[in-house]
Structures are given as structure tokens and as C-alpha cells.
């Protein structure tokens, strides 16, 4: 076990810690790191460093921001009242890329999901129902992912929300192609079923 330097073990421990890294994969990175060009690797931990200096979350929305307010969020042609409602800032960027959508944004930064101990109260839910008073909210898309995670947060959200009558709809992914029903996680065939009206 005492056979890396203690620095090389401190790097493959972080790379551990990253999602998705086993150990092994974490070794090879550290080797990488140790035989990459000298400059290219201090341009590397220069951007980490920008990147946790100047990157947060945008205060209204929770996209990434280098502002208090996210560019969406402070672009005055976006329509405050239509919220599309996604887990993560990578989701946001997949709706913004097809350019259709001109209405903002609420990042949960995460979803329900009880077997990794993961609440409605460690997302950015009371957030949300707080916007949709104060931005006179009239449309919400539910646009949590398609997996067991994503349907309880949307079937969370949407009880939460039904007080405020705002209109809600859930965004259509239905049952994939081919796909065989006894294989689908029952939460996504009740979605595929109810999923033929707004929500
Ligand atoms: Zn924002």
C-alpha cells in the first residue's frame, strides 16, 4: 500500500472521491498527471482554481453563474412567467441547445432518492414554490429525468405546486422504442400512462 510517494497518493485519493472513478481508473490518472507536459498541467489547476474562485450557483435559479444572477435569469426577453423545472445545470444546457425555449429555469441540483438518503428538503424545492409567488409564475414543465428518481421528484413537485394553480405539464418522454413493458420501472410506465395530459 505504501508503494506511490505520498503526494501521488494524495492525487489518486482525489481522483477517488470524483463520480464514476474506481481505483484503478483514479491510478491511471495520477500516472497521467505525472507524465503530462509540466505547463499543461498548471494550466489545468489554474482553471480548478478559477472555476471554485469565480463559478456559483445563480441565487434565483441555481444554474451555474459567475454572477448573482445566472444570464437567463438576467436576460430581460426570457419570459419569467413559464418555469422549466431540470435536476442539473447539464439539463439546462440540453434545453437551451435546441434554442425552442425562451421561458427560465429552476435547477434542483439533484433528485429524490431515498436509497442515497436524498430528500425533497436537499433540493432547491422551497426555492422554487418561493419564485413561483414572487415571479407571478403561470407555467411550470416538470423536466426531471425519465429514471425512478426523476418521476418521484416530478410526482413531488407537481402535489407541492398544485395549491398555486399554475399550469403544469410534464415533458413527454414516453415508452422507448421497442422497449418491453415488463422491463420498465413501474414508475415510468404510470408516467407514460397519465403522460397523455398536462399534469
Ligand atoms: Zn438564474
Redesign the pocket.
Known amino acids: 500500500m505504501a508503494a506511490y510517494t505520498r503526494s501521488m497518493q494524495e492525487l489518486i485519493d482525489h481522483f477517488k472521491k470524483m463520480p464514476g472513478i474506481g481505483a484503478k481508473s483514479a491510478e491511471r490518472m495520477a500516472f497521467y498527471v505525472l507524465k503530462a507536459p509540466k505547463q499543461d498541467m498548471e494550466k489545468f489547476s489554474a482553471v480548478i482554481k478559477k472555476v471554485k474562485d469565480s463559478v456559483k450557483f445563480?441565487?434565483?435559479?441555481?444554474?451555474l453563474?459567475e454572477e448573482e444572477?445566472?444570464?437567463?435569469?438576467?436576460d430581460a426577453r426570457r419570459d419569467k412567467g413559464i418555469v422549466c423545472v431540470v435536476e442539473e445545470p447539464k439539463d439546462l444546457i440540453v434545453i437551451e441547445k435546441s434554442g425552442q425555449y425562451k421561458g427560465?429555469?429552476h435547477v434542483l441540483l439533484g433528485s429524490i432518492a431515498p436509497l442515497d438518503g436524498i430528500g425533497p428538503e436537499d433540493l432547491r424545492i422551497k426555492e422554487l414554490l418561493s419564485r413561483v409567488k414572487e415571479d407571478k409564475v403561470r407555467e411550470i414543465i416538470l423536466a426531471t429525468d425519465s429514471d425512478a428518481e426523476g418521476e418521484t421528484t416530478a410526482l413531488y413537485l407537481s402535489k407541492e405546486l398544485k395549491p398555486f394553480k399554475v399550469k403544469m405539464s410534464r415533458l413527454a418522454y414516453g415508452i422507448p422504442v421497442g422497449g418491453n413493458l415488463d422491463y420498465i420501472d413501474q414508475a415510468t410506465l404510470i408516467r407514460a400512462l397519465e403522460g397523455r395530459q398536462a399534469v
Open positions: 445563480c441565487k434565483k435559479c441555481g444554474n453563474s444572477l445566472c444570464t437567463i435569469c438576467s427560465t429555469f
